[in-house]
T-cell receptor, first 116, second 111 residues
Framework: DGGITQSPKYLFRKEGQNVTLSCEQNLNHDAMYWYRQDPGQGLRLIYYSQIVNDFQKGDIAEGYSVSREKKESFPLTVTSAQKNPTAFYLC???????????????FGAGSRLTVL | RKEVEQDPGPFNVPEGATVAFNCTYSNSASQSFFWYRQDCRKEPKLLMSVYSSGNEDGRFTAQLNRASQYISLLIRDSKLSDSATYLCVVTPSTGGFKTIFGAGTRLFVKA
């Protein structure tokens, strides 16, 4: 079945450490996204990528970095510069402009990061 | 003012009840509208798109009022399995890359 796989599901990090969250999709979608969700709040966009080797900052990109070297993969690194990284991180993809359902997002199961 | 606003609830309703959720958005140029469902500690999943003419999917009916910048979701004959958080989602006319999510409305359906 096509879908999005995120790993790890749970991650604990000590302050000052960088961590990388994996996101892989086999939906052949052009666009991929990273969102952060905090309790009682809506999803906030961290980074998005419309095409391989290109990505754009979202609303809360500070302290995060991404790469898009392959269409299927969009890893997110949470750096030590992110002051409050404990959150639920969601990766999503969409077909992209010009395709049916261009704006419909499909999400992975999420990665829950806790900083100790 | 938030770009997408929803009543956070929670809405507590008995099985079989009809419940309605409302959502307002601030960008009049918004193009696409959706309702997503999110179960506790899970990822959001698309419930339904919202079309200008209104649309129905089984027990669920979505309405869009562009003049008032207002979206609604009606759930009829509520089931226990409908208990979840319902997210209102709006995409601007420039494309899907700045999709805006409301904070969600929590629904509890009780036996």
């Amino acid at each position: 079945d096509g879908g999005i796989t995120q790993s790890p599901k749970y991650l604990f990090r000590k302050e000052g450490q960088n961590v990388t969250l994996s996101c892989e999709q086999n939906l052949n979608h052009d666009a991929m996204y990273w969102y952060r969700q905090d309790p009682g709040q809506g999803l906030r966009l961290i980074y998005y990528s419309q095409i391989v080797n290109d990505f754009q900052k979202g609303d809360i990109a500070e302290g995060y970095s991404v790469s898009r070297e392959k269409k299927e993969s969009f890893p997110l690194t949470v750096t030590s510069a992110q002051k409050n990284p404990t959150a639920f991180y969601l990766c999503a993809s969409s077909p992209g402009q010009g395709f049916s359902g261009a704006n419909v997002l499909t999400f992975g199961a999420g990665s829950r990061l806790t900083v100790l | 003012r938030k770009e997408v606003e929803q009543d956070p609830g929670p809405f507590n309703v008995p099985e079989g009840a009809t419940v309605a959720f409302n959502c307002t958005y601030s960008n009049s140029a918004s193009q696409s509208f959706f309702w997503y469902r999110q179960d506790c500690r899970k990822e959001p999943k698309l419930l339904m798109s919202v079309y200008s003419s209104g649309n129905e999917d089984g027990r669920f009916t979505a309405q869009l009022n562009r003049a008032s910048q207002y979206i609604s979701l009606l759930i009829r004959d509520s089931k226990l399995s409908d208990s979840a958080t319902y997210l209102c989602v709006v995409t601007p006319s420039t494309g899907g890359f700045k999709t805006i999510f409301g904070a969600g409305t929590r629904l509890f359906v009780k036996a």
